[in-house]
């Protein structure tokens, strides 16, 4: 997107350096990652980062309302796993921005999800940083908003993750992690903060009170989880042995807690109003269908990952849909391809990535992610046996 950097980087693009790159991100834990590196980062202009910058603010208004929770009660539904001692408020948030233009051709961002749960939070600044070790012409370009240096963002994370205890009690639960498709940044957060990578499997109750045994088979509290499990997954488990409840009230603290995962989601986009986010309705309130149809995309509620979406739909599959309130009509958007590559260009998604500490107003952008697509989504099976697309990061224009 900024033409000159894209050009030089282009130019001097050779395979052999890509490989060099990602055997580099595999020797830092001996570990291959199984999601696709996309062979270039992304260079944000200052035009467009601004734009950026003014919807996620624009979301930020809505989420820190008073009436936020009320408006986001019915996010729970009859099977939803509701935690108790939920946090007045979520620690992590993040926010896909489509890549899109206007009726002008201007590029704008349009919001296309979000989340109130961690994302690759440490995994994105070791792929910055590999980036900017392996093509030196990069070693000036920041991946960190606002004058945020590594240091800096790395104590804003331990801050959040740790919040002032001793790393050994402190969990990131998962289920299996090592078996996950994000293992890669568990094991960067296990680097970055020395904390324990725990599968549900693995922590057992006493009272109110939640264990682990140690590598010395010692008996160890946890006082504070790190929460990656995502209930949908654990709902397809029954196999799996929990010794404790999640819809237990425990003598523990939440770094992230579940509940917000539902509450900032899928569920939410209908509650804004923005010229950043394309008009959504709840499937259950609409009275009369748009009727320009084929402009509008079906999403479930409550699946993950883009599974369910329907891209093309009609108003004789809407009306077979009995279970209208799980689902979500969002206009389309048109990903302008922006990103050069050697063949055609790629379409682009900008995750931003937020943090939400207790003792502050609002919200902070502190770090992002960026996918590469040349498909008609963004998942894995639309880009299949192609070049320069994956997950990478985005470094700004100074």
């Given at each position: 997107m900024v033409n000159e950097l894209r050009k030089r980087f282009n130019e001097q693009f050779s395979q052999d350096t890509y490989q060099r790159f990602l055997a580099d991100i595999e020797s830092q834990f001996n570990y291959k990652q199984p999601f696709r590196i996309a062979e270039t980062p992304a260079f944000i202009p200052k035009s467009f980062y601004a734009l950026v910058e003014e919807a996620c603010e624009q979301l930020i208004d809505v989420i820190v309302s008073p009436d936020y929770k009320a408006k986001t009660e019915a996010s729970f539904h009859e099977n939803t796993l509701k935690v108790p001692n939920e946090t007045d408020k979520p620690l992590f948030l993040v926010?896909?921005?489509?890549?899109?233009?206007?009726?002008?051709?201007?590029?704008i961002p349009q919001l296309i999800e979000l989340q109130g749960f961690p994302s690759l939070y440490n995994f994105q600044n070791l792929l910055a940083d590999?980036?900017?070790?392996?093509?030196?012409?990069?070693?000036?370009?920041?991946?960190?908003?606002?004058?945020?240096?590594?240091?800096?963002?790395?104590?804003?994370?331990?801050?959040?993750?740790?919040?002032?205890?001793?790393?050994?009690?402190?969990?990131l639960l998962e289920i299996e992690p090592d078996q996950q498709a994000t293992a890669i940044d568990f094991y960067c957060a296990r680097k970055d903060h020395g904390i324990k990578l725990l599968c549900v499997t693995e922590m057992f109750e006493e009272g109110n009170q939640l264990f682990y045994s140690n590598d010395s088979g010692h008996k160890v509290q946890v006082k504070r989880i790190y929460n990656r499990v995502i209930f949908d997954e654990?709902?397809?488990?029954?196999?799996?042995?929990?010794?404790?409840?999640?819809?237990?009230?425990?003598?523990?603290?939440?770094?992230?807690?579940?509940?917000?995962?539902?509450?900032?989601?899928k569920f939410s986009l209908p509650l804004f109003s923005s010229p950043y986010v394309p008009e959504t309705h709840y499937l259950d309130q609409i009275t009369e269908y748009p009727k320009d149809l084929e402009n509008f995309v079906l999403k479930p509620l409550?699946?993950?990952?883009?599974?369910?979406?329907?891209?093309?739909?009609?108003?004789?599959?809407?009306?077979?849909?009995?279970?209208?309130?799980?689902?979500?009509?969002?206009?389309?958007?048109?990903?302008?391809?922006?990103?050069?590559?050697?063949?055609?260009?790629?379409?682009?998604?900008?995750?931003?990535?937020?943090?939400?500490?207790?003792?502050?107003?609002?919200?902070?952008?502190?770090?992002?992610?960026?996918?590469?697509?040349?498909?008609e989504m963004l998942g894995v099976k639309y880009n299949k046996d192609k070049t320069w697309v994956g997950g990478t990061v985005g470094f700004f224009e100074a």
């Open positions: 926010f896909d921005f489509g890549v899109c233009s206007d009726e002008k051709g201007n590029l590999t980036f900017r070790k392996v093509y030196p012409e990069l070693s000036s370009l920041k991946n960190l908003p606002s004058g945020l240096t590594s240091e800096e963002y790395h104590q804003l994370l331990d801050q959040a993750i740790l919040s002032g205890h001793q790393p050994e009690n402190v969990v654990l709902e397809r488990r029954p196999d799996l042995n929990l010794r404790f409840d999640f819809a237990k009230g425990y003598d523990v603290e939440w770094a992230g807690h579940p509940n917000w995962f539902y509450r900032i989601s409550y699946s993950f990952a883009g599974a369910g979406v329907e891209l093309h739909i009609t108003r004789e599959r809407l009306d077979e849909i009995e279970n209208r309130e799980n689902y979500i009509l969002q206009r389309k958007v048109n990903y302008e391809p922006v990103i050069q590559t050697p063949d055609i260009p790629a379409k682009m998604e900008l995750r931003v990535m937020l943090l939400w500490l207790p003792d502050e107003a609002r919200p902070r952008i502190v770090n992002n992610l960026v996918r590469l697509s040349k498909g």
